[in-house]
């Protein structure tokens, strides 16, 4: 691709059942001068048509996509040499200098080819040999901090090659040094937020309490979307240091300083709890390097005992929780034992003794939750399809939605008086 045109197609990877999300943020950030077509929702991620500028303010922007590629090319391959011809056709001299460092990571689906690893040293071949003929020389390969990271993707015809302009994966904000041994990435908070379309606002949401907080990933999340943060406010992308990026620093810098001044107090109060008092301290201190603990009120306390926030009868609140389940956490406090703690949720040495924590949280929800005027709702990620029968409650919606590895639901409940007596529930598609 040449660097004369004024559009590139881009690619935002986000987990699966994230798209339409994605598609919907990526509309909201963007203006029709930056976005020249789409965006489009595919399996795995979004794509569009956009510009450089489309490119800093999806990095700066965008809470739901893992990164922002841009696409320098895409071929049929049948073999690693197809490979290095498709990027030996790239002028890289007018990405970067061979001062500069590499990287290349190669993910696949259904390729025919035998070794990943060949076709990534390829690919690294091929932009040496570009700058070498041009320069003399050739760049060096770093692998944490390269200054041009490049994904190679190969599907069973066709390989695609993209700069990485995030470098470092979205989800890292660059607020969270505090955390447990099972973290939530802030992309997946996020999604939670966007499934259950909170927006931090009295009419869309309302009042925020996450009762398992851990280390805060979710309250913390959902105070910068309430306060107008920018969640890439605090960290550094790749793109700054890319060639095609360099005459376009000051629209950089300007469009940072609109995104600061665009910050404001929330409408809505946060609150959020943990059984674990050191998890509470991380979540605190997390909060205050994202600039929001002021807005946040933190307490420790059994999330099966703690009463739910004193809100104005006027104002409708959201319950949003990543608790205990499976082998990613173990039950503390009334439903376990143990004295560890992990992130987003309590821990107890024996994985047998939180068997009844879900019952026992719904009956602490109809009895703590159910009387407030305007209404609680519940939104609880966890991969036990059964959940609601186990809980006796009757979900009024779930949706499909992956912690990592870990296939899980996001189901929700209403929480007011005779809420175990709901209409059946709806499903979203899982094709």
């Known amino acids: 691709?040449?660097?004369?045109?004024?559009?590139?197609?881009?690619?935002?990877?986000?987990?699966?059942?994230?798209?339409?999300?994605?598609?919907?943020?990526?509309?909201?950030?963007?203006?029709?001068?930056?976005?020249?077509?789409?965006?489009?929702?595919?399996?795995?991620?979004?794509?569009?048509?956009?510009?450089?500028?489309?490119?800093?303010?999806?990095?700066?922007?965008?809470?739901?996509?893992?990164?922002?590629?841009?696409?320098?090319?895409?071929?049929?391959?049948?073999?690693?040499?197809?490979?290095?011809?498709?990027?030996?056709?790239?002028?890289?001299?007018?990405?970067?200098?061979?001062?500069?460092?590499?990287?290349?990571?190669?993910?696949?689906?259904?390729?025919?080819?035998?070794?990943?690893?060949?076709?990534?040293?390829?690919?690294?071949?091929?932009?040496?040999?570009?700058?070498?003929?041009?320069?003399?020389?050739?760049?060096?390969?770093?692998?944490?901090?390269?200054?041009?990271?490049?994904?190679?993707?190969?599907?069973?015809?066709?390989?695609?090659?993209?700069?990485?302009?995030?470098?470092?994966?979205?989800?890292?904000?660059?607020?969270?040094?505090?955390?447990?041994?099972?973290?939530?990435?802030?992309?997946?908070?996020?999604?939670?937020?966007?499934?259950?379309?909170?927006?931090?606002?009295?009419?869309?949401?309302?009042?925020?309490?996450?009762?398992?907080?851990?280390?805060?990933?979710?309250?913390?999340?959902?105070?910068?979307?309430?306060?107008?943060?920018?969640?890439?406010?605090?960290?550094?992308?790749?793109?700054?240091?890319l060639r095609p990026f360099q005459s376009m620093l000051p629209a950089w810098r300007r469009m940072k300083d609109e995104a600061r001044a665009a910050q404001h107090e929330p409408e809505v109060p946060l609150f959020a709890s943990d059984v674990a008092f050191r998890m509470v301290d991380f979540a605190r201190r997390n909060a205050e390097r994202a600039g929001v603990a002021q807005y946040i009120q933190f307490n420790g306390g059994d999330a099966l005992e703690r009463p739910a926030p004193k809100l104005p009868d006027e104002l409708p609140g959201t319950l949003m929780l990543n608790p205990p389940y499976g082998e990613r956490i173990e039950v503390r406090g009334k439903a376990g034992t143990g004295s560890r703690a992990m992130e987003d949720g309590p821990l107890s040495e024996e994985r047998d003794a939180g068997d009844d924590f879900f019952p026992r949280l719904a009956s602490h929800w109809k009895r703590a939750y159910t009387q407030h005027p305007a209404g609680w709702t519940a939104w609880l990620l966890c991969p036990e399809m059964k959940l609601p029968s186990k809980?006796?409650?009757?979900?009024?919606?779930?949706?499909?939605?992956?912690n990592g590895p870990i296939e899980c639901r996001m189901f929700k409940f209403d929480l007011v008086a005779g809420s175990a007596r709901k209409q059946a529930p709806t499903t979203e598609s899982e094709d």
């Not at 099972?182 to 259950?196: I, R």
């Not at 809980?391 to 992956?402: D, T």
């Open 391 to 402: 809980m006796r409650l009757k979900e009024s919606r779930r949706i499909p939605m992956w």
């Open 1 to 241: 691709m040449s660097l004369s045109a004024s559009s590139y197609h881009l690619f935002l990877p986000c987990p699966a059942g994230v798209e339409a999300w994605l598609e919907e943020e990526v509309r909201d950030i963007l203006s029709p001068a930056e976005c020249l077509q789409g965006p489009k929702a595919f399996r795995g991620g979004v794509g569009l048509l956009g510009t450089l500028e489309a490119v800093m303010r999806l990095n700066l922007h965008s809470r739901l996509a893992q990164r922002v590629l841009i696409e320098v090319a895409q071929e049929d391959y049948r073999h690693e040499d197809d490979i290095y011809a498709m990027a030996r056709r790239i002028d890289w001299g007018q990405w970067i200098s061979p001062e500069q460092t590499i990287r290349v990571d190669t993910t696949a689906q259904r390729s025919p080819l035998h070794s990943l690893n060949f076709a990534t040293l390829r690919v690294k071949d091929a932009v040496c040999d570009v700058l070498r003929d041009q320069t003399g020389e050739r760049p060096s390969v770093d692998t944490r901090w390269p200054d041009l990271p490049l994904q190679l993707h190969l599907t069973e015809f066709d390989a695609t090659l993209y700069v990485d302009s995030s470098g470092e994966p979205l989800f890292k904000r660059g607020w969270r040094e505090d955390k447990g041994d099972a973290p939530l990435k802030e992309t997946l908070a996020a999604a939670m937020l966007a499934a259950a379309g909170w927006k931090g606002t009295p009419e869309e949401g309302g009042a925020l309490h996450d009762p398992c907080c851990g280390s805060g990933t979710i309250v913390v999340e959902a105070a910068t979307i309430a306060c107008g943060i920018a969640p890439g406010i605090q960290r550094r992308f790749a793109f700054e240091k």
